[in-house]
């Protein structure tokens, strides 16, 4: 009876386009209200409680990282390498913006605010190039995935807190997947240039011109250096890298490329507050939420019903899949991993898979989201970005979302895709 009402209400709030946080707590609330005596008072408890988190506060440092390095100058940096290794390719600019927003992925930990650091510059180059707006902001969109798949990664940080996991061992997991997703939708915009006569933007990469953009770029390259050098090397905690990372992005945009200032240094404290205002507005319910559930049993009735559909762990993965991509639909990929994270795992963990590689797994579904209609994020950024509508970028990504599912199923069923470095580190 309490899951009929939680998720009906959730359905229903989420339906009637009510932002994801205030769904939340008002599904919550309303089923506390219902079904349990305990006073609403505890909802406001859970809540304060859940952000009193020290993890936690690697979040808005990154979201400030990653604006302080889109204002300063930085990704435009990425870019001119990007443009340097693969621009002459056939189909060279939209490669030339999945690899910009893998570099920058190694920076920000965010899906949006790699599409939008590297979409306003590379969607105008794009279209200059004669490439359809559509499909350059769709490449735009589904490269910025992998801003939260390679580290550092925002919703692994958020998964590490509610399921207890290592954020080390999870910023390890994303190297390989994101670097390997990032190859597939390389593949993808070869083969649609080649198609529709796309031209490519530069001469041969020459040594020169290489070291050259590696030169301005290599003040970029180190931040991921830094910080996971950093992480796994003991010296600082993940919060305590983002951190550093903020003190870097500002020190380089200010002194060495000279574009931070005091107005471009207001608008990135800007952008972060209000990103970092409904984040953690949204963590905080979720949490509420989570906590609910774990007193109304929840979890362990939905892991008895997947255990009873099969106890095969390939069927049981196939299942959590699809039940993710769908999700991933409707759910922010922060909040999903907060409601489903205590709902999932214990099943998971049942069938013998590391929590670490479910976590993968889950992030990588819910990153396939920010690229689904209706909710797609990273849609909804690129369409502003670009001006281009979302009917348009939708029908273009459509490929772009297969090769991802494609590379899914890889990391899914091929453990080692992910955990072969993990298990090197823990050995180490």
Known sequence: MEALI????????????????????LATAVSFALTSDIPLVI?????????????????????????????????KRLVALAEALVGFIVGGLAMVTVLACMF??????????????????MIPA??????????????????GTIGVIIPPSIPFVIYAVVSGASVGELFIAGVVPGVLIGIALMVVCYFTARKRGYQSSAEPP???????????????LIVPIIILGGIYGGIFTPTEAAVVAVVYSVFIGKFVYRELDFKTL???LKDAVLVNGATSFMIGLSMAFAAYLSMAQIPAMMGEWLLSVSSSPVTTLMIINVFLLIIGCFVDN???????????????????????????????????????????INLFVGSAVSGESIED???EVMPLIAVMILCLLLFTYVPQTSMALVELFRHH
């Open 126 to 143: 794009m279209r200059e190039r004669k490439y359809a707006g559509a499909f350059a902001t769709a490449v735009t969109a589904a490269a």
């Open 43 to 75: 909802l406001a408890q859970k809540s304060f409680s859940a952000l009193d988190s020290f993890p936690l506060l690697a979040i808005p440092f990154f979201i400030l990282a990653g604006a302080l390095m889109s204002y300063g100058g930085i990704s």
């Open 334 to 376: 922060i909040a999903a991993v907060i409601i489903l994270t205590p709902i999932l795992l214990p099943v998971v963990t049942q069938l013998g898979i590391d929590p670490v590689h479910f976590g993968l797994i889950m992030t990588v579904n819910l990153a396939v989201g920010f690229i689904t209609p209706p909710y797609g």
């Open 104 to 121: 920058f992925a190694a920076i920000s930990g965010s899906g949006p605010a790699t599409v939008s650091a590297i979409g306003s510059f």
């Open 206 to 220: 020459s040594f020169a011109r290489v070291g050259k953009a590696f030169r301005e770029a290599v003040w970029a």
């Open 266 to 268: 207001y608008d990135a």
């Open 6 to 25: 939680l998720f009906g209400l959730l359905i229903v709030l989420i339906a009637l386009s009510i932002p994801i946080g205030i769904t939340l707590g």
């Open 393 to 395: 970028i939708s029908r």
